[in-house]
């Protein structure tokens, strides 16, 4: 069995260049914006905080309705 060795990469400095968004940022902002297409009236909302709270009551609302057409259903006996 022949060895092989593995070559050394150099670190290049970054100075100078464009530093490029970081993954997380990237990621984070992109999931916002599918978040802002998905709840209703949220389209033109850009405080994340005024996102997550418009978010948080279009689940509880969802929530709400699910019971409502639950207990409908059993009283309807479907």
């Known amino acids: 069995m022949k060895m092989v060795k593995c070559k050394k990469f150099t670190h290049r400095s970054l100075k100078g260049r464009k530093e490029k968004p970081k993954f997380r940022e990237t990621c984070m902002q992109r999931n916002l914006g599918i978040l802002r297409r998905i709840v209703p009236g ?37």
């Open 42 to 78: 949220c389209e033109e909302i850009e405080d994340e905080e005024a996102l997550f709270l418009k978010s948080i009551q279009h689940l509880l609302l969802l929530k709400s309705q699910v019971t409502l057409l639950r207990n409908l259903a059993d009283v309807c006996g479907v």
